[in-house]
């Protein structure tokens, strides 16, 4: 257990480095001089380039930038944003917690409305209602995020603040301020519930379906169990393993949600900070989000894979 | 021999088309493909391009549906309609062209890292499950910022983001196939890798990659709408995403012109639910477990 | 006289899509408490139908006609409530596969105890466990941590859990090793006897069943075409099905099962395959620990063993489709080239016969694809279609023609088999490596294969290394055994020297493990196991 544990945690690192060396690779290699970027359309004299690549630090060769690079990104200094000229550690600092409220929200809710349905499903497949919510499933699954949003906030007209997380003016006591914010939260949580539940459904579903001809199953009927109780006992725990690594490995879905959720309503977090920069375009800022998001599912992953050690005992002992 | 393989080839084929055309579901999204298809190649001759050009519009913008424009205008007084149909055309190309990138990427890395194994497959898994849990999007914006604007690049930033699924199914089914004892007759019959991999393996994952690539051309039109839509789409073309785009830019919900809202939004979700009814159909086709359970 | 379980007249169809189609037709039996009824028939029959009927497990396509009386109450006729008190209560089953029937992700203990909380009745887990000779710590373990035969006392446990009068065991021992097949024999055997129980024993071996059961059925095709002893049904079989499954199930010792003449035995022959000091290493465990043998020109050597002996990685040595940590595999004298190349040529001349005809041809493949597979690897030239037909008529398939273009999916087991072995053939080879090549056939058409292996080696003087862990078929049709035991040779030598007189412990064990039956007098050898 120990040494799977470190086997993970060392691959989950390598990865991470992979990220990083990816975001280095992305965001400094393949655009070519940056400088020249930064100063489009701006009347700059050959001294002034030449001072700005050194305070850059883009006038040495590359094997030695990435070095400078892969050190300045392990002291956690992903540069300065040429747009909000702030460090760019610093505004993903602020953003992190709108997007966790948010994400964690609707994939809790999502989880727990997307398993209920798929084992419902499952179990009365080929139902009117199986065939209804299968059906639903799809359709909502075939929608962009985005436009859901976008047709929510035309519909519900003013019910709802159609953008940002507070109003400037509510009173600063906890209570109105949470209020605020979960009144804010309505619409862009509702539109990630609708797209991602129907992934959680349709998984376990199959994953359930799947599991409905082992032949235990047919043991426990003849132990003398009641429907319910096979269901409950035997076939939905079994199912449901497997769902909970999908679960995890849909997250980069909940990350890209998160983006288009929060660029339509500007929702202040690192989707919507993600969008800033990807429209500048910011560079050092898009390459800190792109790290930090890529770098939080990685995590997210190797806690899913501890998860299902803990859960599965056929995993467990290998 | 070989009018015998055919004509018996020919059989599984009708049967096979029998069994699909049984299935409601499977049908209503092959029609509906042809359909849209239809349209998207009829776009040239049916409709007039000059209504596309801003410098050229006689409307006024945001005008509501009415008998000459069926689906209103947009900010610059073009007809939706015409937009929606002439986006049809960017979706479809962008979709199919990337999926056609990414399944080639995914089947070649897939059949690789299963059959040939020691570090050859475990560089490969290890590869493999990277850029699985990578968030495609977040790796495709990247791409399509850094490189400049048009077709190739977000054909290219789909393309390369998502093939690791498919990589990680087809290496599934090339193990599975492996695993026959057939592969083990066909090894000890003097047969090398070309032959095991010819005449046993690709067969055998081929019509698995087929359904596969019905599924990702669904989401690879969705990534090029949300692509499109964050502006990062080719600024020259008109796609449902980019119309989405230019909506949110310009203020459609405030505006309350969900006549330039719906209409392009619908467009994706009918391909997609097309090609994805079309996918779940083959797919329990193709895998007699499934079958008599969606 | 209404007995502990009475089939009247018992009927199964199921619906399907092509209309229905009948699984069981009018069946009737009896069974006295602390007697033991066999059910024997191949796969198919329709024998799992009716143990599946007793407690109404059937799946909702199915329909039932006909009565199932379990202690004089209609199954049938039970709601729901009653239905399920009397399961596991009144009857248990002991499924078959018990890999499959147990819950992976519940621990052992709690899948016994669950029947004895749900129908209040008190007892230990342990003490169930200690009936079938496992160790109490054994209810601590998930099923994948135990071995085959732990996992089907386990589930032997599970079904006495309720102190039922009846259980009915589906195909027991398949898939064990002959010495753990004994024990878990023996445990139901004393389990009968000690408390009085009804037992259904159903199996497609018929050995099996002569040494446990009072009374035999035998099925076939949904019916029950003999009845009677099994004393009786075994030592002179009435139907022409049951002495085909009798016939398929030799018994050691009995010339009447011996195929093989001693004139046909040249033991002077040259020497065609030579194996010398083979090592074969994965990683740590060792699979094949220095390993002497050979096989002279048309001679049939059996290697037996059991499962995880060995014996497949030595074969797949031979065929060079493994290379040796250690030691040599010499072809008529010649090293065996490392090359691809010379390898490729290599295996023209030994070919390989697998034991699952139905995995071994690719089902996408008609039988003209399957059997020309050589010929194209190997670019042989001239007439392919002659060539295919040849081998075809040589394995039995004629007219061969006819056959060309069927799928493998369109051909019984046997006929399958044939295709494997013309598709070797086909090739002009001198040896064939057969891996267990009938245990995955039905009984009837075993005796079918080997005679045509015999056949192959009287016409084609074609060598043959058949590897089984079943003594029963060296017995029938090698000219010499060897023994294998964890990775190495314990004792070779002829098939009588071996199997009539063994001096090594193991043989011994393994021998004593057969199931006997009461048709011949055992062969002299002790029984020390």
Redesign the interface.
């Known amino acids: 257990m120990i040494r799977h544990l470190a086997g993970k945690v060392g691959g989950a690192l390598v ?1 991470l480095l ?2 990083v060396a ?2 280095f690779l ?2 400094r290699v ?2 070519g001089d940056p400088v020249v970027a930064m100063t489009r359309g701006r009347p700059v004299t050959g001294d002034q380039l030449a001072e700005l690549r050194a305070r850059l630090g883009v006038d040495k060769p590359l094997t030695e930038q990435f070095v400078d690079y892969l050190a300045a990104a392990v002291r956690g200094d992903f540069g300065t944003s040429y747009v909000y000229s702030r460090p760019v550690l610093e505004l993903i600092g602020e953003r992190l917690w709108p997007t966790v409220l948010l994400t964690g929200t609707s994939t809790v809710l999502a989880v727990v409305i997307g398993l209920w349905l798929g084992i419902r499903g499952a179990w009365r ?2 139902s009117r209602s199986d065939r209804i919510s ?1 059906g639903l499933a ?2 909502q ?8 949003g ?2 929510l ?2 519909a519900t007209g003013d019910l709802f603040p ?1 953008g940002g997380m507070r109003y400037p003016d509510t009173p600063p006591d906890f209570l109105s301020q949470s209020l605020d914010v979960a009144h804010h939260m309505v619409l862009p949580c509702l539109t990630m519930i609708a797209v991602v539940y129907a992934q959680y459904l349709l998984v376990m579903r ?1 994953s359930l ?2 599991e409905m ?4 199953l ?9 429907d319910d109780l096979v269901r409950r006992r ?1 076939a939905v ?2 199912a449901l ?1 497997p769902t909970v690594t999908l679960v995890f ?1 849909h ?3 909940v ?2 949600g998160a ?2 959720v929060e ?2 309503f500007s929702w202040p977090g690192l989707g919507l900070l ?2 800033e920069a ?2 500048g ?1 910011d ?1 050092p800022l ?2 800190g ?2 790290v930090v ?2 770098g939080a ?2 995590t997210m ?1 190797v806690f899913a894979d501890l998860l299902y050690r803990v859960l ?3 995993v467990r ?1 290998s | 021999m070989t009018a015998i393989a055919w004509q018996r080839r020919r059989a599984a084929a009708g049967a096979t088309w029998r069994e699909f055309a049984s299935q409601r579901g499977g049908l209503v999204g092959l029609v509906g493909l042809a359909v849209i298809t239809l349209l998207a190649l009829l776009a040239p001759w049916v409709t007039d391009a000059s209504g596309l050009d801003v410098t050229r519009v006689t409307a006024r913008p945001w005008e509501p549906p009415s008998s000459t424009y069926w689906l209103g205008t947009d900010h610059n007084g073009r007809s939706v309609l015409l937009l929606t149909w002439w986006g049809t055309r960017i979706s479809l190309v962008v979709g199919l062209a990337a999926t056609v990138l990414s399944v080639l990427i995914g089947t070649v890395v897939g059949i690789a890292a299963a059959h040939f194994g020691g570090w050859v497959s475990a560089v490969l898994m290890r590869f493999t499950d ?1 850029f ?8 495709a ?3 399509s ?3 400049p604007r048009g077709l190739g690049t977000i054909v290219l930033a789909i393309g390369v983001t998502a093939w690791p699924a498919t990589a990680r199914l087809v290496r599934a089914q090339t193990l599975a196939v492996e695993a026959r004892p057939f592969i083990e007759r066909a090894r000890a019959l003097g047969g090398g890798h070309g032959h095991v991999i010819g005449r046993h393996v690709l067969p055998a994952v081929l019509p698995l990659v087929f359904v596969n690539t019905t599924l990702t051309v ?1 989401s690879a039109i ?1 990534a090029e ?2 692509l499109s ?4 789409g080719d600024p020259t073309r008109v796609s449902w ?1 980019s119309l ?1 785009h230019a ?2 830019m310009h203020g ?3 505006q ?1 012109a ?1 006549w330039f ?2 209409p ?2 619908l467009g ?2 009918c391909v ?2 097309a090609f ?2 079309c996918g ?1 159909a083959l797919e329990t086709v193709l895998n007699p ?2 079958k ?3 | 006289m209404s007995g502990l379980l009475e089939l009247r007249d018992l009927s199964v169809h199921y619906r399907s899509a092509r209309g229905e189609v009948t699984a069981v037709r009018s069946v009737s039996l009896g069974l006295e408490s602390g007697q033991t009824l066999g059910l024997a028939g191949e796969s198919g029959c329709g024998k799992s139908t009716v143990a599946m009927s007793v ?1 109404r ?1 059937l799946p909702r396509t199915a329909r039932v006609e006909g009565q199932v009386l379990l202690d004089g109450e209609d199954v049938q006729g039970m709601t729901w409530g009653r239905l ?6 009144a009857a ?2 002991v ?1 078959q ?1 018990a890999m ?8 052992v203990g709690e899948q016994i105890a ?2 004895m909380r ?2 209040g009745v008190s007892g230990s887990v342990s003490a169930l466990l200690d009936q079938v000779e496992l160790p109490a710590r054994a209810a601590r373990a ?1 099923p ?2 135990l071995s085959g035969g732990q996992k089907q006392r386990v589930m032997i446990a ?1 079904a006495l859990a309720c102190e039922p009068r009846l259980v009915i065991a589906d195909e027991p021992t398949t898939a064990l090793d002959v010495v753990v097949q004994a024990q878990v024999l023996a445990v139901l055997k004393r389990l009968v006897t000690e408390r009085g129980i009804g037992l259904v024993m159903i199996s497609h071996d018929l050995s099996v069943l002569a040494s446990t059961c009072d009374r035999l059925a035998v099925m076939r095709h949904g019916q029950v075409v003999e009845e009677g002893p099994a004393r009786q049904v075994i030592a002179s079989p009435t139907h022409p099905h049951t002495q085909a499954l009798a016939a398929a199930f030799p018994t050691v010792g009995d010339p009447a099962s011996r195929h093989v003449t001693p004139s046909e035995v040249a033991p002077d022959g040259p020497v065609l395959l030579r194996a010398e000091g083979v090592r074969v290493d994965f990683g740590a465990t060792r699979a094949v620990a220095g390993v002497d043998l050979e096989v002279r020109q048309g001679e049939i050597v059996a290697l037996v063993g059991q499962s995880g002996s060995g014996k497949t990685t030595l074969a797949r040595t031979l065929l060079g489709l493994q290379k040796p940590t250690a030691g040599r595999v010499l072809f008529e004298g010649r090293e065996l080239p490392r090359s691809a190349s010379g390898l490729r040529a290599y295996r023209r001349q030994v070919q390989l016969v697998l034991q699952d005809p139905t995995s071994a041809l690719n089902p996408r493949h008609s039988v003209y694809e399957a059997v020309a597979e050589g010929l194209r690897i190997h670019r042989v030239q001239g007439d392919e279609a002659a060539r295919v037909a040849e081998a075809l008529s040589q394995a039995e398939l004629r007219p061969p023609e006819l056959f060309f273009p069927s799928l493998p999916h369109e051909l019984s087991g046997g006929q399958r088999q044939r295709v494997v072995i013309a598709g070797a053939l086909a090739l002009g080879p001198r040896l064939l490596v057969a891996d267990e090549p009938v245990a995955s056939l039905d009984a009837s058409v075993r005796g079918e294969i080997l005679a045509l292996l015999l056949r192959l080696r009287r016409e084609l003087d074609l060598a043959a290394l058949v590897i089984t862990h079943d003594l029963g078929l060296a017995w029938t049709i090698a000219d010499r055994v060897a023994v294998m035991y964890r990775g190495e040779l314990v004792e070779q030598g002829t098939v009588e020297q071996v199997l009539l007189s063994p001096r090594h412990d193991y043989t011994r064990t393994l021998l004593a493990a057969v199931p006997h039956d009461q048709r011949s007098t055992r062969p002299n050898w002790t029984s020390s196991p």
């Not at chain 1, 001809?213 to 235990?216: E, L």
């Not at chain 1, 047919?218 to 009641?226: D, S, W």
């Not at chain 2, 699985?132 to 790796?139: C, E, F, M, R």
């Not at chain 2, 839509?229 to 990062?232: K, T």
């Open positions: 990865s992979f990220v990816l975001g992305l965001f393949i655009p497949r080929g299968t799809l359709a699954w075939a929608m962009p995020t985005f436009w859901l976008m047709l906030s035309l159609s199959s379906l799947e001809h082992a032949d235990y047919t043991t426990a009927r003849a132990k003398g169990l009641r035997h725990p079994n393993l490995l997250l980069g879905l990350v890209s983006i288009t660029t339509v993600t969008y990807l429209t375009p560079l898009l390459q989000t792109f998001l890529a599912v990685i992953n599965d005992p056929r002992a | 990277f699985l849990v990578l968030p495609s999007l977040v790796l914006i990247a791409l910022t850094v490189l669904a969705v709408s949300t839509f964050l502006g990062l995403g989405l909506a949110n459609a919900v405030s309350r969900w809202l719906v392009p939004g994706v979700v997609v639910l994805t009814l779940r477990r499934l008599g359970e969606r | 407690l497990l399920r008190a009397v399961r596991w209560a248990s089953v499924f596969g499959h029937a147990l819950n992976p992700v519940h621990r669950e029947p749900l129908h998930y994948h941590e599970m």
